[in-house]
């Protein structure tokens, strides 16, 4: 296993709690330099963030729909 594929790894474990702002001072700043070099893992946070915002905006109603419900499950399985 390379170097790249170890910190791709660690960088996709740790993405959730980038995106919620849940890291530590050190390991924010490792992912952060991480995402600067990695084109593969900046997307998937992206993805990850854009999804959050998306689901966050949602209404009420809205989740209590098929989407909402899909969505919903979606999320759990991770």
Same mark, same amino acid.
């Given at each position: 296993?390379? =170097?790249?594929?170890?910190? /791709?790894? &660690?960088?996709? =474990?740790?993405?959730?709690?980038?995106?919620?702002?849940?890291?530590?001072?050190?390991?924010?700043?490792? &992912?952060?330099?991480?995402? *600067?070099? /990695?084109?593969? /893992?900046?997307?998937?946070?992206?993805?990850? *963030? *854009? &999804?959050?915002?998306?689901?966050?905006?949602? *209404?009420?109603?809205?989740?209590?729909?098929?989407?909402?419900?899909?969505?919903?499950?979606? &999320? =759990?399985?991770?």
């Amino acid at each position: 296993m390379t =170097k790249q594929q170890i910190d /791709c790894e &660690l960088a996709l =474990k740790q993405i959730f709690e980038y995106v919620d702002h849940e890291l530590g001072e050190h390991e924010h700043a490792w &992912l952060e330099q991480h995402l *600067r070099t /990695c084109k593969s /893992c900046f997307s998937r946070m992206e993805f990850e *963030r *854009r &999804l959050k915002e998306k689901v966050g905006a949602l *209404r009420e109603d809205e989740l209590a729909s098929p989407l909402g419900e899909r969505i919903k499950s979606l &999320l =759990k399985s991770f």
